[in-house]
């Protein structure tokens, strides 16, 4: 998993025209969780937008006034116009407890379903799954080369190493649908 780093500064002053202030200055107030106590801390919009605006999943260093912790997001609240970050809510990482994250799907290889005429179909983008945060990838990557044709792969029958995948079993994460340009090339063919 990749790493980011992120200076912040504490906040003392927790209520509405503190958090007001604090976006007209260009930061996003935080919520760390998890830890022995819960932090709140500001920082500044655009080193936020490198950790949020991308489809991989970062393990953050959160460098709060000196002290370092280490922390994953857990929930970003967006400004409905701008879409810019308003507050976001950490969770913290400890080497010897699972963390529970949502990581994006990649697809490795060619279907042969889609070499037949089919169009592939990603369902899930990211799936949920639990491990330690040492074994958590940037990815998960799902070799649908031998997905053929109306076929599709389930939640439950995929596995990675030292993780646990915490949604349905029955739920399709990768799917190849026949096309109507394919389904009329069948039909046209058996004639």
Same mark, same amino acid.
């Given at each position: 998993?990749?790493?980011?780093?992120?200076?912040?500064?504490?906040?003392? @002053?927790?209520?509405?025209?503190?958090?007001?202030?604090?976006?007209?200055?260009?930061?996003?107030?935080?919520?760390?969780?998890?830890? !022995?106590?819960?932090?709140?801390?500001?920082?500044?919009?655009?080193?936020?937008?490198?950790?949020?605006?991308?489809?991989?999943?970062?393990? #953050?260093?959160? @460098? &709060?006034?000196?002290?370092?912790? @280490?922390?994953? &997001?857990?929930? #970003?609240?967006?400004?409905?116009?701008?879409?810019?970050?308003?507050?976001?809510?950490?969770?913290?990482?400890?080497?010897?407890?699972?963390? #529970?994250? !949502?990581?994006?799907?990649?697809?490795?290889?060619?279907?042969?379903?889609?070499?037949?005429?089919?169009?592939?179909? &990603?369902?899930?983008?990211?799936?949920?799954?639990?491990?330690?945060?040492?074994?958590?990838?940037?990815?998960?990557? &799902?070799?649908?080369?031998?997905?053929?044709?109306?076929?599709?792969?389930?939640?439950?029958?995929?596995?990675?190493? @030292?993780?646990?995948?915490?949604?349905?079993?029955?739920?399709?994460? #990768?799917?190849?649908?026949?096309?109507?340009?394919?389904?009329?090339?069948?039909?046209?063919?058996?004639?």
């Amino acid at each position: 998993m990749k790493t980011i780093e992120l200076k912040a500064a504490k906040r003392e @002053n927790l209520g509405k025209t503190a958090t007001k202030q604090l976006r007209s200055e260009e930061k996003v107030p935080f919520v760390l969780y998890g830890g !022995e106590e819960t932090l709140h801390a500001a920082a500044l919009l655009k080193d936020f937008n490198k950790l949020i605006y991308t489809p991989d999943v970062h393990l #953050v260093k959160l @460098n &709060i006034d000196g002290t370092v912790h @280490n922390a994953v &997001i857990q929930d #970003v609240q967006y400004h409905p116009v701008t879409d810019d970050a308003l507050h976001v809510d950490f969770l913290q990482v400890f080497e010897d407890k699972p963390v #529970v994250i !949502e990581i994006p799907v990649k697809t490795k290889g060619l279907a042969a379903g889609v070499k037949a005429g089919g169009k592939l179909t &990603i369902e899930k983008r990211k799936l949920k799954v639990k491990g330690l945060a040492k074994d958590l990838p940037t990815l998960l990557e &799902i070799d649908i080369a031998k997905l053929g044709l109306g076929k599709g792969l389930k939640v439950g029958e995929l596995d990675f190493e @030292n993780l646990e995948l915490l949604n349905n079993k029955n739920q399709v994460v #990768v799917s190849v649908k026949l096309t109507r340009a394919a389904r009329a090339a069948g039909t046209t063919g058996e004639e």
